[in-house]
């Protein structure tokens, strides 16, 4: 499976974003779509999950409530709507792909990861 991350940027405080994750090759083995993030000097930490077929959702309590995981499957595509920007929501972002029937919020057990997308939150 390929992931390509895209739809980085930089957005001021309060301003929205998303970001797009086309995913390539082997889809049909991907039970989970997940998105984590990464800042300066932090561990990379779980933002979001997608069940690939059955589309439910999970999220790390720091953005629930303001961002959204959505798929398309006809375009093997996973979405992060990102609301309510705060600057400790910037980081890099990074889609991965879990070939796991079992839900993880661990990076160490996703076996697939894009590249990465820069989002920044500055006035």
């Known amino acids: 499976v390929q992931l390509q991350a895209s739809g980085g940027g930089l957005v001021q405080p309060g301003d929205s974003l998303r970001v797009s994750c086309a995913a390539s090759g082997r889809t049909g083995s991907v039970y989970f779509m997940g998105w984590f993030r990464q800042a300066p000097g932090k561990e990379r930490e779980f933002v979001a999950r997608?069940?690939?077929?059955?589309?439910?959702?999970y999220y790390a309590d720091s953005v629930k409530g303001r961002f959204t995981i959505s798929r398309d499957r006809a375009k093997s595509t996973v979405y992060l709507q990102m609301s309510s920007l705060k600057p400790e929501d910037a980081a890099v972002y990074y889609c991965?792909?879990?070939?796991?029937?079992?839900?993880?919020?661990?990076?160490?057990?996703?076996?697939?990861w894009g590249q990465g997308t820069l989002v920044t939150v500055s006035s």
């Open positions: 991965a792909a879990d070939t796991d029937s079992i839900p993880t919020i661990w990076p160490r057990d996703y076996n697939y």
């Open positions: 997608i069940h690939w077929k059955a589309s439910s959702t």
